[in-house]
């Protein structure tokens, strides 16, 4: 078996420095671009990683890492798990992530702790696997023309089936499944593939003794295929736990280990294999400590035959280069450490061994706290607030709102962008924002919806708007990250002490409460969320961060119910997110997250109402914590889920919204789409409880798509809200 590289990283960002894969994603939806210019377009970010990757110095440079969409869509499609509604479909990739007409796409959520979105694989007795290996291998043969010899990677098999809709079905299918992988092996082995490596993250998680056997069963299989390349299963996102020494039992030849996340202990278990050991971490924005890099080298390098330096994780989860920021200021950016900075440090550690220096904290690891975040006297209970806002808003029977956001236009984007320029000056800037905010105004009146919005046309981003306006963050020109498909955002950098030198949100809050008489929703992003979606300081315990940040909710929340506005909404899609793999520390987590959040809100009074929205991150696991926010009414995904939160929402007493219109898709759901799922929503909560609603906030879908889908739910509210009332 050939010596693995010195040093490598376990994935790279893939839309592209300037988001060209985005451009490229939506010319082909959107008609145009043909399919083969779309691979084009894929073919130059490859090729421009590879080349910048050797250019760097590393020696041990990955493929298959790039994505049209998704790498959990992609090893669905590898093993041939496509369901059969989708085989037909004009492109049946595409219409899995994003639906198609009359199909509905597959589930999305979180991957892992993180705010990347995978599509979730349907498997069960009657998925037929066959291999389809034409992605990786075309790309070890596209790296090769050029001149590089790449290891393929592809998500693990014990991950993809954990990961599916019904993880105990898929499970079951492990044989198959395998039979899949060996054949992918010998595949790779023929063409010359000396290393291939298998990503198993969710063997950082608590897993099961059968889920453990499973993870044995597995690479000892695979271990004993007589022609293959080297195995080198990637672990992260912590420590591996309980599936450390069943691995290390196992013939693979390396293993990965997250030593940002997840530290050395038991690493003696895997003497005798090569370590990947990533010191480096993928998961923020700061420079490298050399001396925590060596204290966890050399302690690997005790147990271990071979060490090679890595990223803790793929660097998909960070910016492509802090060198295209000339605008942050010069000592925070001194501090930091995008993509490209971060492969340069792990060829360093590589090549030079920096001094190991006793002492000293880690510097990638929050600083466990005590710091108070309690809500203090808090709110009225909820029986009280619900006659006190009853009376006050006189809303109708299943009221019908939105999220917040409305389509972000390319007239608004320009606008923006020109107002950075310097082209646009700021009265007229002000002038388009206005003019849109009646439009929205105007539309959701006249097709009938019961609780407004403004649409947010100021703002870039539900988190770096606020971002902008409070102190301790600073915000990148081109510091894009994936969150799935096309979307991408700019996490903000929050590298000091949080304050809220003005308010935020009032003006245009006020401004559209102005224009009509049904009631206006304030938006506001929680605290967790805020911090979860950013990069965040590392020297303060994280809840501490939170509860600044909660402090500076606070406040706006009390200007906007000074303002008169009789609904503020504040999201929290980010509570499931931030929950540890780990049981053991998940309520420690709930509780104080759980209190940022009453902290945020509990300056409000009786008559104003409280919203909260959650989306695209398997809620129904912690719907206790969602109650225990104690907001008026919660507003959640459901659609895109096929509903699964209904089976858990029977003890839930407040207002509740699960979203009847799946907005991350094109397609434009029926009025008896609609009220199908309210029907099952009614069967499972009181009337008086229900709200009508989308998945999620509309930004990402044209006007013609809301307008009808929109027209379509309120259609289907007021048929069941006249036979409800007969």
Same mark, same amino acid.
């Given at each position: 078996?050939?010596?693995?590289?010195?040093?490598?990283?376990?994935?790279?960002?893939?839309?592209?420095?300037?988001?060209?894969?985005?451009?490229?994603?939506?010319?082909?939806?959107?008609?145009?671009?043909?399919?083969?210019?779309?691979?084009?377009?894929?073919?130059?970010? /490859?090729?421009?990683?590879?080349?910048?990757?050797?250019?760097?110095?590393?020696?041990?440079?990955?493929?298959?890492?790039?994505?049209?969409?998704?790498?959990?869509?992609?090893?669905?499609?590898?093993?041939?798990?496509?369901?059969?509604?989708?085989?037909?479909?004009?492109?049946?990739?595409?219409?899995?992530?994003?639906?198609?007409?009359?199909?509905?796409?597959?589930?999305?959520?979180?991957?892992?702790?993180?705010?990347?979105?995978?599509?979730?694989?349907?498997?069960?007795?009657?998925?037929?696997?066959?291999?389809?290996?034409?992605?990786?291998?075309?790309?070890?043969?596209?790296?090769?023309?050029?001149?590089?010899?790449?290891?393929? &990677?592809?998500?693990?098999?014990?991950?993809?089936?954990?990961?599916?809709?019904?993880?105990?079905?898929?499970?079951?299918?492990?044989?198959?499944?395998?039979?899949?992988?060996?054949?992918?092996?010998?595949?790779?082995?023929?063409?010359?593939?000396?290393?291939?490596?298998?990503?198993?993250?969710?063997?950082?998680?608590?897993?099961?003794?059968?889920?453990?056997?499973?993870?044995?069963?597995?690479?000892?299989?695979?271990?004993?295929?007589?022609?293959?390349?080297?195995?080198?299963?990637?672990?992260?996102?912590?420590?591996?736990?309980?599936?450390?020494? &069943?691995?290390?039992?196992?013939?693979?030849?390396?293993?990965?280990?997250?030593?940002?996340?997840?530290?050395?202990?038991?690493?003696?278990?895997?003497?005798?294999?090569?370590?990947?050991?990533?010191?480096?971490?993928?998961?923020?924005?700061?420079?490298?400590?050399?001396?925590?890099?060596?204290?966890?080298?050399?302690?690997? /390098?005790?147990?271990?035959?071979?060490?090679?330096?890595?990223?803790?994780?793929?660097?998909?989860?960070?910016?492509?280069?802090?060198?295209?920021?000339?605008?942050?200021?010069?000592?925070?950016?001194?501090?930091?450490?995008?993509?490209?900075?971060?492969?340069?440090?792990?060829?360093?550690?590589?090549?030079?061994?920096?001094?190991?220096?006793?002492? !000293?904290?880690?510097?990638?690891?929050?600083?466990?706290?005590?710091?108070?975040?309690?809500?203090?006297?808090?709110?009225?209970?909820?029986?009280?607030?619900?006659?006190?806002?009853?009376?006050?808003?006189?809303?109708?029977?299943?009221?019908?709102?939105?999220?917040?956001?409305?389509?972000?236009? !390319?007239?608004?984007?320009?606008?923006?962008?020109? &107002?950075?320029?310097?082209?646009?000056?700021?009265?007229?800037?002000?002038?388009?924002?206005?003019?849109?905010?009646?439009?929205?105004?105007?539309?959701?009146?006249?097709?009938?919806?019961?609780?407004?919005?403004?649409?947010?046309?100021?703002?870039?981003?539900?988190?770096?708007?606020?971002?902008?306006?409070?102190?301790?963050?600073?915000?990148?020109?081109?510091?894009?990250?994936?969150?799935?498909?096309?979307?991408?955002?700019?996490?903000?950098?929050?590298?000091?002490?949080?304050?809220?030198?003005?308010?935020?949100?009032?003006?245009?809050?006020?401004?559209? !409460?102005?224009?009509?008489?049904?009631?206006?929703?304030?938006?506001?992003?929680?605290?967790?969320?805020?911090?979860?979606?950013?990069?965040?300081?590392?020297?303060?315990?994280?809840?501490?961060?939170?509860?600044?940040?909660?402090?500076?909710?606070?406040?706006?929340?009390?200007?906007?119910?000074?303002?008169?506005?009789?609904?503020?909404?504040?999201?929290?899609?980010?509570?499931?997110?931030?929950?540890?793999?780990?049981?053991?520390?998940?309520?420690?987590?709930?509780?104080?997250?759980?209190?940022?959040?009453?902290?945020?809100?509990?300056?409000?009074?009786?008559?104003?109402?409280?919203?909260?929205?959650?989306?695209?991150?398997?809620?129904?696991?912690?719907?206790?914590?969602?109650?225990?926010?104690?907001?008026?009414?919660?507003?959640?995904?459901?659609?895109?889920?096929?509903?699964?939160?209904?089976?858990?929402?029977?003890?839930?007493?407040?207002?509740?919204?699960?979203?009847?219109?799946?907005?991350?898709?094109?397609?434009?759901?029926?009025?008896?789409?609609?009220?199908?799922?309210?029907?099952?929503?009614?069967?499972?909560?009181?009337? !008086?409880?229900?709200?009508?609603?989308?998945?999620?906030?509309?930004?990402?879908?044209?006007?013609?798509?809301?307008?009808?889908?929109?027209?379509?739910?309120?259609?289907?509210?007021?048929?069941?809200?006249?036979?409800?009332?007969?």
């Amino acid at each position: 078996m050939p010596a693995f590289p010195q040093s490598t990283v376990l994935g790279y960002p893939r839309i592209g420095p300037r988001r060209e894969l985005k451009r490229a994603l939506e010319s082909y939806w959107d008609g145009r671009a043909t399919r083969d210019e779309l691979e084009a377009a894929g073919a130059a970010i /490859r090729a421009s990683t590879w080349r910048r990757l050797a250019e760097l110095g590393l020696e041990g440079l990955p493929s298959n890492t790039f994505s049209l969409y998704d790498q959990v869509l992609d090893t669905a499609v590898l093993l041939g798990a496509v369901p059969e509604r989708y085989r037909e479909a004009a492109d049946p990739y595409f219409a899995m992530a994003r639906g198609a007409d009359g199909l509905a796409p597959l589930r999305m959520t979180k991957w892992f702790d993180t705010n990347y979105h995978y599509i979730v694989p349907e498997i069960g007795p009657e998925t037929a696997f066959k291999l389809d290996a034409a992605k990786p291998l075309g790309e070890v043969r596209e790296a090769r023309a050029l001149g590089y010899e790449t290891r393929p &990677v592809v998500v693990g098999p014990v991950t993809f089936l954990l990961l599916s809709a019904d993880p105990e079905a898929a499970l079951a299918r492990l044989d198959d499944v395998l039979a899949c992988y060996e054949e992918l092996l010998g595949a790779l082995a023929a063409e010359g593939v000396a290393w291939v490596q298998l990503d198993e993250p969710a063997l950082v998680a608590d897993r099961t003794p059968d889920e453990l056997a499973a993870v044995r069963t597995a690479y000892e299989r695979l271990g004993n295929v007589a022609a293959r390349p080297g195995l080198f299963v990637a672990s992260y996102f912590g420590h591996l736990g309980e599936a450390l020494p &069943v691995l290390a039992a196992t013939p693979v030849e390396a293993v990965g280990v997250d030593l940002v996340r997840g530290g050395a202990d038991g690493l003696a278990a895997l003497a005798g294999k090569t370590v990947v050991a990533g010191v480096v971490s993928g998961r923020d924005v700061w420079r490298t400590s050399p001396s925590r890099a060596a204290r966890a080298l050399a302690a690997v /390098r005790e147990h271990a035959d071979q060490v090679t330096v890595s990223t803790s994780c793929s660097l998909l989860h960070v910016p492509y280069d802090v060198t295209a920021e000339p605008g942050l200021d010069p000592a925070l950016r001194g501090r930091l450490a995008f993509a490209e900075q971060k492969v340069s440090e792990v060829v360093a550690l590589s090549r030079t061994a920096p001094p190991v220096q006793d002492g !000293g904290e880690d510097a990638r690891a929050h600083r466990a706290g005590t710091a108070d975040v309690s809500v203090g006297a808090g709110r009225s209970a909820y029986e009280v607030r619900a006659r006190a806002q009853a009376e006050r808003l006189k809303l109708p029977l299943l009221p019908v709102t939105t999220i917040g956001s409305f389509p972000q236009t !390319g007239e608004l984007r320009a606008a923006r962008a020109g &107002v950075a320029a310097g082209t646009l000056d700021a009265e007229e800037y002000e002038s388009r924002v206005r003019a849109e905010v009646e439009r929205v105004i105007r539309l959701q009146e006249r097709l009938g919806l019961d609780v407004l919005v403004h649409g947010e046309p100021e703002r870039n981003d539900m988190v770096q708007y606020f971002a902008e306006h409070l102190e301790g963050f600073a915000v990148t020109a081109n510091g894009w990250v994936q969150s799935y498909g096309s979307r991408c955002t700019r996490p903000p950098i929050l590298h000091g002490d949080v304050s809220r030198p003005e308010p935020i949100t009032v003006r245009w809050a006020a401004y559209a !409460g102005s224009l009509t008489d049904r009631p206006v929703k304030g938006m506001l992003t929680g605290p967790v969320t805020i911090v979860a979606w950013s990069f965040v300081r590392d020297d303060l315990p994280l809840r501490e961060v939170v509860r600044q940040v909660a402090d500076a909710v606070r406040e706006e929340v009390r200007d906007l119910e000074a303002a008169g506005v009789p609904i503020i909404q504040v999201d929290e899609p980010a509570l499931r997110e931030l929950l540890p793999l780990r049981r053991s520390a998940q309520a420690g987590y709930l509780e104080w997250a759980v209190a940022a959040y009453r902290r945020a809100t509990s300056g409000a009074g009786d008559r104003t109402q409280i919203h909260t929205h959650l989306c695209y991150s398997n809620a129904d696991q912690i719907l206790a914590a969602i109650d225990g926010l104690d907001a008026d009414v919660t507003t959640i995904e459901s659609a895109r889920s096929g509903a699964r939160i209904l089976d858990a929402v029977g003890s839930f007493g407040r207002g509740l919204g699960p979203g009847v219109y799946d907005i991350h898709s094109p397609r434009v759901p029926d009025a008896a789409e609609v009220e199908g799922l309210l029907r099952r929503t009614l069967a499972v909560l009181p009337a !008086g409880r229900v709200w009508v609603n989308p998945d999620c906030g509309l930004k990402t879908r044209t006007y013609e798509e809301v307008e009808a889908s929109l027209a379509n739910v309120v259609a289907a509210a007021a048929g069941l809200r006249a036979e409800l009332s007969r």
